[in-house]
């Protein structure tokens, strides 16, 4: 993986170009103009995305080094601050150990009418559960996970809630939920590990 | 929710600025270039934004008709077509009962570096189990789901496939796999069932 040190500055460009891709996301489920402004709009996107296609790195983002030293994870599909399809989730460590992250879904996340995709849920509660687990420069990968959907999780803010249970060993076991302003929506509990390094 | 009767061109040219719009999320994430290119992307994105916000539905987009007259979900999450979060999936029916999606995910879809984050290969999951237990017009919500991580899945072609365990009542039990040319990567089995209609 290719280690960038970029400047705060540009950094902080990338970050407002994916909050702009994430409006453009959202207007393009929800707009209702002509077939000639559709193709306007269209011809737009292809124009920036050619000029952003100008240095691309190959393949996926992988893990970052930021300006300040910090490995970032820019690309992540949940938490990834220059990835559109990401929310983008803010995971916070709370001091009494738990992780929280809230979000607000609009229309890109919908499956039932006007409620979020059951997936989207697990999404969130996979990376939320999991992050109990991360350790700095060394994330954990999900080993189990199992949802139990109990109510309709209507779209607009929610908050993600996860704590470690137990652990064994190499092992996290991790429990957490999705609530809104209706209560809690989705419980999840799971079992997260770090990969062992490679044997050479 | 609104039915829209558009015309099939209108109709596909949503389809071909949602597919401009993917490849934008893409190349967001994978872009090298400096500041002032950021800037001016950011910019045209902006101006196609404005151009296709002048006329928006609310909310969300929920379920529409398309101008054949059948249901489309042009929105979800997982499948939707003018929705640029969505890979989109083509959901299958095969005619031995199995259920059948196929994608190719590329960064924007990243969790481990050069894998698919975990919360995806749920998402896929999820609505590939759940399709076996659709009907017409009445689609199926996830009561449970469990999911079991056997290897990373790798960036790039991914096929899910589902099929129907056993029906009790409402209940539709349902179990499936991801698999990439590694093999399967991830186990599902699910509950799913059709919401009772309201009570009057």
Known sequence: MPAHHTSPSLEASYVLLAESVRR?????IRSEVGI??????????????????????PGA???????????VVWGNAAIGLRNAIAPPLVVRHQTDGRVRADATLGAAYEGPAGHVHGGICALILDHVLGATAHQPGRPAVTGTLTLRYEAGTRLGPVRAVAWVERVEGAKTFAVGHLETSDGVT???????????????
């Open 61 to 71: 983002r992988g893990v970052d080094r930021a300006a300040d030293g910090t490995t």
């Open 36 to 57: 000639d402004d559709v193709r306007a709009a269209a011809a737009k996107i292809d124009s920036a995305t050619a000029q952003l296609s100008a240095a691309l790195i």
């Open 24 to 28: 453009l996301v959202d207007v393009a």
């Open 186 to 200: 989705v419980r999840a509990e799971g079992v997260f590990f770090h990969p062992l390094p490679a044997q050479t």
